[in-house]
């Protein structure tokens, strides 16, 4: 693996953690539905980044659609805005929609030259990692998985699911 393909997988790795930072504070902030509607304009997203980073066409039909699905995610927003706070709650989910937008391109970019087990294994231990920070960071309580000492979490994270939960596809 080149370090050029390494960087760009971890750099891949922090969109999709920052894809579900996002993702799931926009849920404290506007409904479920908003949310989720939102976050799966990610096609859309994706479409523009195609065209504009990887010069990329899409036909008139994807463009309809995309008009569409923008359109109907517009109307969603608006429908639950009647205060403040959905509305961040909505450019949140936007943000995350765009966040793993980031990590599908950059995805389609290496595994030109990666296989997908190699660009899997790299970009979920680099979320995982930047997740698992974010969360001792934030003093959150990562032991509530049933585990009782510092020990076993460190085996059931570093031993069983980075690198064999990618390798099983768990």
């Known amino acids: 693996v080149s370090k050029k393909d390494w960087l760009l997988s971890a750099l891949s790795g922090l969109a999709l953690a920052l894809h579900f930072i996002l993702w799931f504070e926009s849920l404290k902030h506007t409904s479920v539905a908003s949310s989720t ?11 523009l980044g195609f065209c504009i980073f990887l010069r990329g066409v899409i036909s008139n039909k994807a463009k309809a659609a995309i008009a569409v699905t923008l359109l109907g995610s517009i109307f969603i927003a608006f429908a639950d805005s009647s ?6 709650g909505d450019i949140l ?16 970019v ?4 990666l296989s ?11 979320c995982e990692v930047i997740l698992l920070v ?12 049933g585990f009782t ?6 085996f059931h994270i570093f031993f069983l699911r980075c690198p064999c939960g990618r390798i099983f596809g768990s």
Do not use: D, P
């Open 37 to 47: 509607s939102i976050v799966c304009t990610e096609v859309i997203w994706v479409s």
């Open 83 to 88: 205060s403040g706070s959905h509305l961040y």
């Open 93 to 108: 989910a936007l943000l995350a929609a765009i966040a793993v937008a980031v990590y599908m391109l950059i995805g389609r």
């Open 110 to 113: 290496v595994q030109k030259k």
């Open 116 to 126: 997908t087990s190699v660009y899997t294994y790299i970009v979920y231990c680099a």
């Open 134 to 145: 974010l969360c001792i960071l934030q003093h959150n309580n990562i032991f509530s998985f």
């Open 149 to 154: 000492n510092l020990r076993k979490f460190q």
